[in-house]
C-alpha cells in the first residue's frame, strides 16, 4: 500500500492489520488456537476497513459513526490480545510491538473523535 502522509490513522490501521494477519497466521499455525484468533483477526482488521469507509462519508456524521466503530474495534482487539497473552497462546515478546501499535491507533482515533464531536457541537 502506498504512504499518504495525508491519513496516518489510515497508514496505521492498514500496517496494524498485516500485524493481526501475521499473529493469527502464528496462532492457527503454530498454537492451534482457532476461536480466539478469529475473533483478534475481525477486530484487527475492521479498524482500517471502517476508516477507510470514513472517507466517503456521506456526512459528518456518518463520518463520527464509523471513527467511533472504529475505536470500539481497536479497544477490542486490544483486548483480545491481552487475552491472548494471559492465557498463554502469545508471549509478551511476541506482541509487545503490536500493543503499543493499536494503542497508538487508539490515541488516534480517540482525538479524531473528540475533535469530530466539538466541530458538530456534541459532548
Known amino acids: 500500500m502506498e504512504k499518504r502522509r495525508d491519513n496516518v490513522v489510515m497508514d496505521k490501521s492498514y500496517a496494524f492489520a ?8 502464528f496462532l492457527i499455525k503454530e498454537q492451534k488456537e482457532f476461536v480466539l484468533s478469529r475473533q483478534l483477526l475481525r477486530s484487527g482488521t475492521a479498524i482500517g476497513a471502517l476508516i477507510k469507509e470514513a472517507e466517503h462519508a456521506q456526512s459528518k456524521a456518518d463520518f463520527l459513526n464509523k471513527m467511533n466503530v472504529a475505536l470500539k474495534e481497536a479497544n477490542e482487539t486490544d483486548y483480545w490480545l491481552d ?3 494471559d492465557a498463554e497462546f502469545l508471549s509478551d515478546e511476541r ?6 501499535n493499536v494503542k497508538s491507533i487508539i490515541r488516534l482515533l480517540a482525538s479524531i473523535v473528540k475533535t469530530t464531536k466539538n466541530s458538530l457541537g456534541k459532548s
Do not use: C, D, G, H
Open 18 to 25: 498485516l500485524e493481526v494477519i501475521e499473529i493469527y497466521k
Open 95 to 100: 506482541i509487545i510491538k503490536t500493543k503499543e
Open 83 to 85: 487475552l491472548l497473552k
